[in-house]
Nanobody, 126 residues
Framework: QVQLVESGGGLVQAGDSLRLSCAASGGTFSRYAMAWFRQAPGNEREFVAAISWSGRNAYYADSVKGRVTISRDNAKNTVYLQMNSLKPEDTAVYYC???????????????????WGQGTQVTVSS
C-alpha cells in the first residue's frame, strides 16, 4: 500500500557525511514506524536505525551509535538518516522500511517490516 523511495547515497571518503532520504507515498505516513537497514554483498540485511510513528522514540545499532541520527517529517512524508564520520565498513545498500503500527514504538528486525524501498548505494572509500 505504501511506496518508499530512497535517495542521497553516493561515493564518499572516510570521515565524510551523507544524509539519506526516504520519501513515502500511497499510505498514511504518520501511522507507520520507519527504519533503515543496510546490506553489503554476501552479508545479511543489517539493522541501522528505527524511529516510532511520532518521531519521539528512536533506536540505533551499536555499530552506528553516535554517528547516525534518524528523523522524520510527517508533514513531508519523509524519513531521514544523517550519517557522519563514515567508515569503509558503512559501505552497503541502504534500505528504507515501514510497518503499520498501533503503538509509538520501534522494531529492529527485518521480519517486522512489510514495506521496503529499492535501496540507495553508499560507498565509503578508505
Amino acid at each position: 500500500q505504501v511506496q518508499l523511495v530512497e535517495s542521497g547515497g553516493g561515493l564518499v571518503q572516510a570521515g565524510d557525511s551523507l544524509r539519506l532520504s526516504c520519501a513515502a507515498s500511497g499510505g498514511t505516513f504518520s501511522r507507520y514506524a520507519m527504519a533503515w537497514f543496510r546490506q553489503a554483498p554476501g552479508n545479511e540485511r543489517e539493522f541501522v536505525a528505527a524511529i516510532s510513528w511520532s518521531g519521539r522514540n528512536a533506536y540505533y545499532a551499536d555499530s552506528v551509535k553516535g554517528r547516525v541520527t534518524i528523523s522524520r517529517d510527517n508533514a513531508k512524508n519523509t524519513v531521514y538518516l544523517q550519517m557522519n564520520s563514515l567508515k569503509p565498513e558503512d559501505t552497503a545498500v541502504y534500505y528504507c522500511a515501514a510497518r503499520s503500527v498501533n503503538a509509538d514504538a520501534v522494531w529492529t528486525k527485518t521480519m517486522y517490516y512489510n514495506y521496503w524501498g529499492q535501496g540507495t548505494q553508499v560507498t565509503v572509500s578508505s
